[in-house]
């Protein structure tokens, strides 16, 4: 079993749709988690940090981590052509250790307009 | 402000050689990790580096090592190259340890 699992997708919305990104994982040590957003032929680029469960919301997205279960999502509203990418999930172990990132294998999203 | 630079951006190397990765991390940053993207696959830890010091080291053979220097530049080396090492190499670099990491472009490695 995967320390993080993100199903790969691909996931196609008409724009305006609301759309959900989840990962889960097996790993109860995990302290920070994040989500990273990746155009093709770039580096991830990070979107949203949290370190305790509850939600965090940063214009059109929010990410959400539910400890208990082991589950971290995103969502985005009012999506967008340009939200068009891959969208990895990350997670590490915390202060004191090294910050080696976990991924998720990342979830393709398209928009269309 | 500049953002984390790697060169080269492309290279295609001939199974059995040797290729160094380079790496600049954003003015200030004292940690630097590197990173194997595999195509279809999330990003793969490799190393992480801070204060010149190895603090990290993923599942990867010896053939793969790396440094940090005094300006916190980093190399990464691979030796006697694989079809396998064919990937997008990260580089990314924090001010902290533990997140909060920023990562380069990368470098599209072809072994043929």
């Known amino acids: 079993q995967k320390e993080v699992e993100q199903d790969p997708g691909p996931l196609s919305v008409p724009e305006g749709a609301i759309v959900s990104l989840n990962c889960t994982y097996s790993?109860?040590?995990?302290?920070?988690f994040m989500w990273y957003r990746q155009y093709s032929r770039k580096g991830p680029e990070l979107l949203m940090y949290t370190y305790s469960s509850g939600n965090k919301e940063d214009g059109r997205f929010t990410a959400q981590v539910d400890k208990s279960s082991k589950y971290i999502s995103l969502f985005i509203r009012d999506s967008q052509p340009s939200d068009s990418a891959t969208y990895l999930c990350a997670m590490s172990f915390g202060s004191g250790n090294t910050g080696k990132l976990i991924f998720g294998q990342g979830t393709t999203l398209q928009v269309k307009p | 402000d500049a953002g984390v630079t790697q060169s080269p951006t492309h290279l295609i190397k001939t199974r059995g050689q040797h290729v160094t990765l380079r790496c600049s991390p954003i003015s200030g940053h004292k940690s630097v990790s590197w990173y194997q993207q595999v195509l279809g696959q999330g990003p793969q830890f490799i190393f992480q580096y801070y204060e010149k010091e190895e603090r990290g080291r993923g599942n990867f053979p010896d053939r793969f090592s790396a440094r940090q220097f005094p300006n916190y530049s980093s190399e990464l080396n691979v030796n006697a190259l694989l079809l396998g090492d064919s990937a997008l190499y990260l580089c990314a670099s924090s001010l902290l340890l533990d997140y909060g990491y920023t990562f380069g472009s990368g470098t599209r490695l072809t072994v043929v």
């Open positions: 790993n109860s040590a995990f302290q920070y």
